[in-house]
């Protein structure tokens, strides 16, 4: 008789078991999953734009979104944190409607993307993010170009969904300051992108995959619209705008650094050529001022390299302007004969630069041209100068 309950007993429990993922199954396929690419903002953390992942179930009338970008503002370690690399971000869910609002208010549009997924694919990524959000694995360390809130949803499609083929949607040899500085341009942020530039190291030049190029949400909506089954169907079953906004037409379309960068030059090196009461003393003092900023811009390019986890800016040849010795040398240029031998070693060094600027395996922003140019007008003179003197 015992042996006849236990059969019973355990046959009700596989079928509760079965009528379980059965119904776990059915409301995976009742769920619609989109891809939302949000439009760049005003500011400077949101020129890229923004990705999140909404899910839609009919049945439940659940409708949240899925965001791998929140971080903590009110961390009293938050800019440090920023700073350094270490700045943990993570996996929160929101109302869709509350998401949507959040972006109108902005004035940034929002395009969405369903995607054709089967239910096996669709369970798949259901249960990815069921993992992601719980506490132990909601938090993640920040890499701009390999772990964000685009590269995240990227992983979850594409990781999940074998056999899908996705079109070339880069040109060959595109790289990451390629698609940095172009969303920097088309910002208007100009001055964000010298800077920005003078940071990245040699591994931002390194020509993308198409996947690797998915870290931007432009490009992913792009991969995503050019990714298709295995049966050759694609993967957007619809697309919709549910924010559209008239974005303000960009006023500064001109390379504003390089104008401004060249006519501070052109200025200075008329003050070195002209002649004038004190001209000796206000000479020195732009050549102090010059070789203490190039030397302060070397010694951040060497924290950036050195100091923090941002392993996109190692490798830098920005410092073959930028040297940090220039802020020792800086207080020889009173005196140039005392450090001749660094004077004309760095003259030797801005000249070689100058010949192999396009040679270097790294793309160095072209506004800092004329700077390097007077960089070496003056460090000849020093050099000359010291030798003269000497003589």
């Known amino acids: 008789m015992n042996i006849k309950v236990k059969a019973i007993f355990l046959l009700f429990a596989i079928l509760f078991s079965l009528a379980r993922i059965c119904a776990q199954s059915n409301e995976s396929c009742s769920m619609k999953i989109s891809i939302s690419t949000c439009s760049p903002g005003k500011d400077l953390y949101s020129s890229f734009g923004h990705t999140a992942l909404r899910l839609r179930n009919n049945e439940t009338n659940a409708d949240v979104v899925f965001n791998y970008g929140t971080f903590d503002f009110n961390d009293p370690d938050f800019y440090v944190k920023f700073v350094k690399g270490k700045l943990s971000y993570y996996l929160s869910v929101q109302d869709y409607y509350g998401f949507l609002a959040a972006y109108r208010q902005e004035n940034r549009s929002v395009i969405e993307q369903e995607l054709q997924l089967s239910c096996q694919q669709k369970q798949a990524i259901e249960q990815a993010l069921s993992i992601n959000f719980q506490p132990a694995n909601r938090y993640y360390k920040y890499d701009f170009l390999k772990d964000n809130c685009t590269t995240r949803i990227r992983d979850l499609i594409f990781k999940n969904n074998a056999k899908f083929t996705t079109r070339n949607i880069i ?104 002649k004038y009461k004190n001209r000796n003393l206000a000479m020195n003092c732009i050549d102090f001022m010059l070789f203490c900023l190039s030397g302060f811009a070397g010694v951040l390019i060497l924290f950036m390299w050195f100091g923090t986890d941002h392993t996109i800016c190692r490798n830098n040849y920005n410092l073959l302007w930028a040297v940090p010795l220039n802020l020792i040398a800086a207080f020889f240029v009173f005196k140039p004969y005392r450090f001749r031998w660094y004077f004309i070693a760095l003259s030797v060094l801005y000249g070689l630069l100058l010949i192999g600027w396009y040679l270097l395996p790294q793309q160095l922003n072209l506004a800092l041209l004329p700077a390097v140019l007077l960089f070496l007008y003056r460090s000849i003179k020093l050099s000359y100068m010291s030798v003269k003197k000497n003589i």
């Open 171 to 274: 040109p060959a040899n595109t790289s990451a300051r390629n698609l940095i500085d172009d969303a920097l341009a088309k910002a208007g942020q100009w001055w964000s992108r010298l800077g920005i530039d003078i940071l990245l190291g040699s591994k931002a030049d390194k020509p993308l995959s198409n996947e690797q190029a998915m870290f931007l949400p432009e490009f992913l909506l792009h991969g995503i619209d050019s990714t298709a089954n295995k049966d050759g169907s694609a993967i957007v079953l619809k697309k919709i705008n549910p924010v559209t906004t008239k974005q303000a037409e960009r006023i500064y379309r001109w390379n504003m650094p390089l104008v401004v960068l060249t006519l501070i030059c052109f200025i200075l090196f008329l003050l070195y050529k002209l």
